[in-house]
């Protein structure tokens, strides 16, 4: 049974950082492509950013490009997602999320058929 566990949330003020870690047991991880996706209160989940299964594509949404930055290591199966110059607006909880095909390079939620169970990152202004 593969799973995906995300760790790293927590309460933090405006303008610091975060790394949030995202470990998977069982399965390939090397060979997933993985994402991370947030959601807020009352808003639907969001592409937050993509990492590609070699590591060498990432992709980001807008509103965190420039200051996020996806990475992985496929030798401990874990993704990460570094967060730098928080914003009350990053508020969510944030889900780490697995295409296991490896073929499925997508923004979109229904590209993803593996997800963990979210952390919550909520950011003070």
């Known amino acids: 049974q593969v799973q995906l566990v995300e760790s790293g949330g927590g309460l933090v003020q405006a303008g610091v950082s975060l790394r949030l870690s995202c470990a998977a047991s069982?399965?390939?991880?090397?060979?997933?492509?993985m994402g991370w996706f947030r959601q807020a209160p009352g808003k639907e989940r969001e592409f937050v950013a993509g990492?590609?299964?070699?590591?060498?594509?990432?992709n980001y949404a807008e509103s965190v490009k420039g200051r996020f930055t996806i990475s992985r290591d496929n030798a401990k199966n874990t993704v990460y997602l570094q967060m730098n110059s928080l914003k009350p607006e990053d508020t969510a909880v944030y889900y780490c999320?697995?295409?296991?095909?490896?073929?499925?390079?997508?923004?979109?939620?229904?590209?993803?058929?593996?997800w963990g169970q979210g952390t919550q990152v909520a950011v003070s202004s």
């Open positions: 069982g399965g390939t991880f090397s060979r997933y492509n």
């Open positions: 990492i590609s299964w070699t590591g060498g594509i990432t």
């Open positions: 999320a697995a295409d296991q095909s490896g073929n499925r390079w997508s923004t979109r939620s229904y590209a993803y058929d593996l």
